[in-house]
């Protein structure tokens, strides 16, 4: 072979390279990600997430494409974000972070399966009609029932025992506020407090609300599960132990960040087992044949440094309970 020719051969080669990987590349599944928090303090439930997707045979970037939205708090961004993700013809939707995000990639398309991840009472709030047989291309993992925010203020008020009012923080833009406010007085009768509902959708709110807390007398603040809250842990953290109150939160991060206790299930691991749904949708199974996925357990920290610094000693019942204790 000439030497001309020779080279020619390679120029061609490398000028192929580029086309074959870009055809490979295009020939993998694309997901679209949507989330109404933040990438920056999402990066746990989000390597949870590409596990899941990892137990199920995809990994991004080998064989899974990701096209990521993020709306950082901002829940009206959250159409726009899906509309966008959808016009991408992507296989499969992720919603993560609530309701909002879920609500809205069921709203943007009836054709492309869409996977949520924590939500509290999908069925409620209109994600699926229901739990076992959910029907039409919506279905994922639940996060918490109505029981959750009762058991959350007794527990509370157990380390708390001389609380007589209790406040919960909610957020109005969020789906799950109507069901607090359903909830509250049921909590109020069963613990024979008062029962305050605050709300707070920006960081500006979370700093009147707090500042609030004295004025109701408020001897303890539940903070449920919601989206905007826990991509506001540190602040909302911070914010506690500037007017010491004692907090139950629904996370472990929550704890972490100087709260005094959470109860709650696992984040991580929803992401995860919905990163596992993904994938089996991906391999062609019908999200109306996948019944919505329950939590198995859930857990009790305590933060024995925040408990000190409140002066409050935590009963034994409560340190038994526990599955984690923070010194």
């Known amino acids: ?28 599944p694309m997901i679209g990600f949507l989330s109404s928090r933040s990438p920056g303090e999402s990066a746990g439930v989000l390597a949870a997430f590409r596990g899941g997707l990892a137990e199920a045979g995809f ?56 996977v949520f991840s924590a ?38 008020k157990e380390m708390v025992p001389a609380a007589t009012a209790i406040a919960f923080l909610v957020n109005p833009s969020g789906q799950t506020a109507e069901i607090y406010a ?28 707090f500042a609030s807390l004295g004025k109701l007398g408020a001897d303890g603040l539940v903070v449920p ?11 909302i953290a911070a914010l506690a132990a500037r007017y010491a109150v004692p907090m139950m939160c629904n996370l472990r991060e929550y704890v972490v960040a100087g709260a005094l206790m959470s109860y709650g299930a696992s984040l991580p691991d929803s992401y995860r087992r919905a990163g596992i749904y993904v994938g089996r ?18 857990d009790l920290i305590i933060n024995l440094t925040t408990a000190k610094s409140l002066g409050l000693t935590v009963p034994d019942k409560l340190l038994a309970l526990a599955d984690e204790v923070i010194e």
């Open 1 to 28: 072979m000439r030497r001309r020719e020779f080279i020619g051969l390679l120029g061609g080669a490398a000028a192929a390279w580029p086309l074959m990987a870009r055809a490979q590349q295009a020939a993998m």
């Open 59 to 114: 990994v991004e970037g080998q064989n899974l494409v990701i096209a990521f939205r993020w709306a950082e708090g901002h829940y009206d961004r959250l159409p726009v974000l899906a509309a966008e993700l959808v016009q991408l013809r992507v296989a499969a939707l992720f919603a993560a972070g609530g309701p909002p995000s879920a609500l809205a990639a069921k709203a943007a398309t009836s054709t492309i399966p869409v």
């Open 119 to 156: 939500v509290s009472e999908p069925v409620r709030v209109g994600l699926v009609p229901s739990l076992n047989r959910p029907g039409g291309n919506v279905t994922g993992m639940s996060f918490l029932n109505a029981e959750i925010i009762g058991k959350s203020a007794q527990l509370l």
């Open 182 to 209: 359903k909830e509250a007085p049921a909590v109020a009768r069963a613990l024979g407090v008062r029962v305050s509902m605050l709300d707070a959708s920006t960081e500006q709110d979370l700093d009147k609300a």
């Open 225 to 235: 599960a919601e989206p905007f809250f826990d991509s506001q842990r540190d602040r």
């Open 281 to 298: 949708v991906l391999k062609g199974e019908n999200p109306a044949d996948l019944p919505v996925m329950q939590p198995t357990k859930f």
